[in-house]
């Protein structure tokens, strides 16, 4: 008997940080948007006493810790204490989404494991308490557990549900490289030294757009302060955002703390020329198209798991 739960990545439409806090942690107005590139993560059974055993497929699945530091064995020893049980269980992490590419992937895994080892084991937690256990794992999970859109206040852990009123094309380019999102934080404060931050306020344009479905108000209104950090420490991403404004994007901005690109485009068709355009540009690795919203973790019935 095996489980097997789907997560999609994010892209983060308003990344708004304030200043650095007494626990080294960023107060943000984070406005998430889930997008359809998915990590499916499979947990079967394993035999008393053998605890988490973690492996990964997938295009960068040389990239992912398979010890006790990975998010989904994490999560699966914490819902495990919870209940007082053993946490004998195999982890498959069929891995679609770029790992450190500023797209969730390694928190989308914890979600979708401590989804998936609540039905295996029948603990049946009740939705608040899977969020608390998120929120431990870090600052982006609850969110990969929520999908859809939210506003996360706090770290980003603190979420409301945003309405969406229509489907947003995303063109993400993928860099040769990941990049550390504790040091994009850190380069984020250096850069900010010397100068006031505002507290982190979320933008009423940007949520109406996204009330609206309306991707050119959206365009107008995305920002990510943490872009800057980014670029400083990755300059050759201005050539990607350059290259997927020039083919037609309605507004190109780095995803998270980086370094995948985000290109919003005004339709599906639109979409598929900027990527092809993006994908021929030398200035990324690969090139994806998704669209948002998308739902949250989500356990497959067995006959389509990809198992
Ligand atoms: C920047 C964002 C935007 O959604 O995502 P990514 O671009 O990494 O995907 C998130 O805030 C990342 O969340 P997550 O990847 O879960 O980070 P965590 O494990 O909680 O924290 C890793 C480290 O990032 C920094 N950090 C994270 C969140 C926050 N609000 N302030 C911070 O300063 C801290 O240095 C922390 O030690
Ligand atoms: N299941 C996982 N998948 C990917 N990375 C993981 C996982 N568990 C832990 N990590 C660690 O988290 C780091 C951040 O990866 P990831 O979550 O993919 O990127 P980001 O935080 O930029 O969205 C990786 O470099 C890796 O060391």
Redesign the pocket.
């Known amino acids: 008997m095996s489980v097997t739960v789907r997560v999609p990545a994010?892209v983060?439409v308003q990344?708004a940080v304030g200043a650095?806090r007494p626990d080294?942690?960023?107060?943000?107005a984070?406005v998430?948007l889930a997008v359809g590139l998915y990590d499916e993560i499979t947990v079967t059974p394993a035999a008393p006493g053998d605890g988490v055993h973690v492996t990964c497929d997938g295009p960068d699945a040389a990239l992912v810790p398979l010890d006790g530091t990975n998010l989904a064995a994490r999560a699966a020893e914490a819902l495990a204490a919870r209940y007082g049980r053993r946490p004998d269980v195999r982890i498959h992490i069929a891995k679609d989404i770029p790992v450190a590419g500023?797209?969730?992937g390694?928190?989308a895994d914890g979600a979708g494991a401590l989804v998936a080892c609540d039905a295996l084991w029948g603990t049946a937690a009740p939705r608040r308490e899977l969020l608390d256990i998120c929120a431990e794992l870090?600052?982006?999970?609850p969110f990969s557990l929520l999908g859809g859109a939210a506003l996360g206040t706090g770290?980003?852990e603190k979420l409301t549900a945003l309405d969406v009123g229509g489907v947003f094309h995303w063109v993400f380019a993928m860099a040769d490289r990941g990049l550390s999102?504790?040091a994009?934080?850190r380069e984020f404060d250096r850069l900010a030294e010397g100068r006031d931050v505002p507290a982190p306020v979320a933008s009423r344009p940007l949520l109406d757009a996204l009330a609206k479905g309306d991707p050119d108000a959206l365009a107008a209104a995305v920002s990510n302060d943490?872009q800057p950090a980014a670029l400083s420490l990755f300059p050759a991403l201005a050539d990607t955002l350059a290259a997927g404004t020039a083919a037609g994007a309605l507004t190109a901005l780095v995803?998270?703390?980086?370094p995948t690109t985000a290109f919003l485009a005004r339709d599906a068709e639109s979409a598929v020329k900027v990527a092809d355009v993006l994908r021929v540009s030398g200035t990324c690795r690969s090139v994806r198209t998704a669209s948002g919203p998308a739902q949250g973790a989500t356990l497959i019935p067995r006959e389509r798991a990809g198992v």
């Open positions: 994010k983060n990344l650095a080294g942690f960023h107060d943000l984070n998430f500023g797209m969730a390694g928190s870090g600052s982006d999970v770290r980003g999102t504790p994009v934080f943490l995803s998270g703390s980086g």
